[in-house]
């Protein structure tokens, strides 16, 4: 026996291959029925690497929400499978999918999402405190260095700003450690510089902290922050981008039919 088997077994010298925080295979998504129905995901497999940061593109209606919310277990598909880690979606009950949003996923949402009674950090530890979890203080406090917000914990969200605000929506998704952050047009509300700090906060989250980041945005800049771009056409994935850059990111959107173009 030679000693191939030792790369078999991932033990050689080479790096081991990167692994798969997340996966769809063969997804299929539709709204409605009949006449009315609308194919969202047609036939959508992809591979979500773990500790990188993934941009999802293409144009509106195109399927990006869809596909966030069926990877993340907030949607169901119609056909194929969705993997968190090792789990397969489709065969957990619903309060063993509560339990695996609630401890593996976190997400951030163009409107922010947090409650406007409670205070920064109350939003932050707010899942946890949910879950009935104690925050891992040290974590905690990375958190709070790498979001900047060390000096507005007290405050309301009305008494912080955009970008303040989807900060704390970002320390929200990092505090419980999930083993993958979807972010849907996380910096849609914001200006560029307020969106310029929450990007490189995921992109720092990935490359300093080992998190893994999906995030769907239209904008060509946000998608140069990540390690891989995928882009989605007509409920299909039509190419992928590594190391992507702002001029390449448009100029593969150029390539994309016009909006509303789409006959499916
Ligand atoms: N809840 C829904 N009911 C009916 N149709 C929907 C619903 N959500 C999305 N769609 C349709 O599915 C397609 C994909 O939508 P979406 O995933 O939101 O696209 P994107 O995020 O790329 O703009 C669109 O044609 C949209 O109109
Ligand atoms: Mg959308």
Not at 3 to 31: C, F, M, N, Q, W
Not at 108 to 123: K, R
Request: with cysteine.
């Amino acid at each position: 026996m030679t000693d191939t088997t030792s790369t078999a077994l991932g033990a050689g010298p080479a790096a081991p291959p990167i692994e798969a925080a997340a996966r769809a295979i063969h997804v299929r998504k539709s709204y409605g029925t009949g006449d009315a129905a609308v194919t969202a995901l047609d036939d959508v497999t992809v591979r979500i690497p773990q500790s990188r940061f993934t941009a999802v593109m293409g144009p509106s209606g195109s399927g990006k929400s869809t596909l966030l919310h069926c990877m993340a277990g907030l949607d169901k598909v119609n056909a194929g499978q969705i993997f968190i880690g090792d789990v397969e979606l489709s065969r957990l009950g619903d309060r063993a999918l509560t339990r695996l949003r609630r401890d593996k996923v976190g997400f951030v949402f163009q409107a922010f999402n947090l409650i406007p009674t409670l205070t920064a950090i109350e939003n932050i530890t707010l899942p946890l405190d949910i879950a009935g979890r104690a925050p891992d203080r040290r974590w905690l406090d990375d958190i709070i260095d790498a979001v900047g917000l060390r000096d507005r914990l007290g405050h309301r969200p009305g008494e912080l700003s955009g970008g303040q605000q989807q900060r704390v929506a970002c320390a929200r998704a990092l505090t419980g450690r999930p083993e993958i952050i979807f972010a849907d047009e996380p910096t849609g509300n914001l200006d560029s510089r307020s969106g310029a700090e929450v990007l490189s906060l995921l992109r720092d989250s990935v490359h300093d902290l080992g998190q893994t980041v999906v995030m769907v945005t239209h904008d060509p800049a946000a998608a140069a922050y990540s390690d891989q771009v995928l882009f989605l056409s007509d409920g299909r994935v039509v190419d992928r981008m590594a190391g992507p850059t702002a001029e390449a990111v448009l100029e593969r959107l150029k390539g994309f039919e016009p909006a509303g173009g789409s006959t499916r």
